[in-house]
C-alpha cells in the first residue's frame, strides 16, 4: 500500500504546481486516479473482522452482490471497536459514535451530533461482528 500512497501524494504534489486547466495537470490527474482505483481494489483484502463466536472473515467476504465494496468500508470508529472487543474477548454494552469535526459539503456530518450506522458501508460489517452477543447481556 505505501508504494502505491507515495505514487499518489508525489502526483498530487506536481498537479498542485500546474495551473489550473493545464494539459499535464490533467494528464497526472488521470494518472493518479487510477493509482487511487487500485489502491481501491487492494485495501478490502488486507482488513479481517472478527465476531463473538470466535470466526473471523476477510472484509471482502461479509459484503454480497455485485456491488463491490464501499471506500471506506470499516473506516468509521464502531467496527473498529467492535473488532477490538472481539479479538480480545470482551462483550460491548452499548455503543454510540459521533462525529467531530468541521461540517462536511453535503451536510451528512455535523460536528458533536451523533451517528446511526451507515447502510452501505457499516452495516454489512455490524451485522457479522454482533453475532455471537446475546442482547440479554446488555442490562
Known sequence: VKPIQNKIKEL????ESFGAGAI??????????????ELQKILPSLYTIY????????LEDVF????????GAG????????????????????LAEFF?????????R???LFRICCKERCQPIMGFMLCGLDPSDAK
Not at 51 to 58: A, D, E, Y
Not at 64 to 71: A, T
Open 12 to 15: 498530487s504534489k506536481k498537479i
Open 24 to 37: 499535464r495537470g490533467e494528464q497526472l490527474a488521470r494518472k493518479r486516479k487510477r493509482y487511487s482505483q
Open 51 to 58: 465476531n463473538h463466536r470466535k470466526q473471523k472473515r476477510k
Open 64 to 71: 454480497y452482490g455485485s456491488q463491490g465494496i464501499p471506500g
Open 75 to 94: 473506516e468509521c470508529c464502531a467496527p473498529k471497536l467492535l473488532n477490538h472487543a472481539a479479538r480480545k474477548k470482551l462483550k460491548p454494552i452499548s
Open 100 to 108: 467531530w469535526g468541521k461540517k462536511n459539503k453535503d451536510g451528512e
Open 110 to 112: 455535523e460536528k458533536a
